[in-house]
């Protein structure tokens, strides 16, 4: 069947083939540069149970790097069982370089469920300005979305401006924060909803997030530092309770909305598990 398909577009289509036969073909060329030293890879098991019964989500992630004169270079693959025991992939490669400035990076990734499409994002980090432009590189590049954060001292604190403009949805939004010793504030500025979030540290080990929207939804986050057991972090609002424990490689969620205490069906427990090689 694969090879069919293949053929079939080959024989259909032989200059968008090209141009795909070509893309790949450089992101290959990436990816064999950083084979001369091959890391085992990662994999990171997920066990949920609900109602449903009781569900596992693997995933594993290989990557590797190397420099290459003035550039660092990496590449990877990254894979996730679905719902349908099928395998999808991510084949994915990144170029940096030091440039007037900025750590500027450009990275391409390719899906096992549309190969003819590369998800391009190139990303800039200077010392007070970060900026990143993403988009699809196809037989044309359609640029996606543009955003850039800036951080500057004032009020003897620290403020952070990140515009973002949405070139396909033609919508652009804006976020402000401002944060000074232990409190920080956020205000997310969007076109169809806003978003205030407020941030404060309780001593050394308690932080409290409340935050409200413009649609009136109000959540409360707690997070406790455990030493070396970890964080434990508690999400509240109107419809569930929602408990994370993280610890190292290790992680713990529970979703529970307020009739799961009569209704289980809603209530869901995720384990999570990185597993080294």
Known sequence: KLGTDV?????????????LVAQITTFLAILAACLAAIPPPQ??????????????????????SRSIGEYDVE??????????NRLPF???GKVSKYLLGYDVSVRGAVRSKDPSA?????????????FQVDGTAGSIFNLG?????????????KVMVHP????????GDIAVAYSLDKTAFKLDAGKDIQKLVVSRIIGAKNRITPSITSRGKVKVDFTRDLDELGSLTTG??????????????????????FDGLTNLEGVNVKFIRKVEF
């Open 75 to 84: 590449g990877g693959i990254d894979a996730k069982l679905d719902e349908s």
């Open 236 to 257: 509240l609002d109107r419809e569930a309770v929602n408990l994370r424990w993280d610890n190292g490689p290790s992680a713990v969620q529970l979703y529970a909305p």
């Open 118 to 130: 590369i998800a391009v994002s190139v990303n800039g980090r200077g010392e007070s300005t970060t």
């Open 145 to 157: 979305k543009v955003q850039v954060k800036k951080t500057f001292e004032k009020l003897g604190g």
């Open 7 to 19: 053929s079939f577009c080959i024989l259909q289509h032989p200059m968008t083939t090209m141009r």
């Open 43 to 64: 994999i990171t098991v997920g066990v949920t149970t609900d109602s449903g019964g009781l569900g596992l989500e693997p995933t594993m992630r290989w990557s590797s």
């Open 90 to 92: 991510t084949v994915w």
């Open 164 to 171: 973002s403009y949405n070139v396909k949805a033609n919508k």
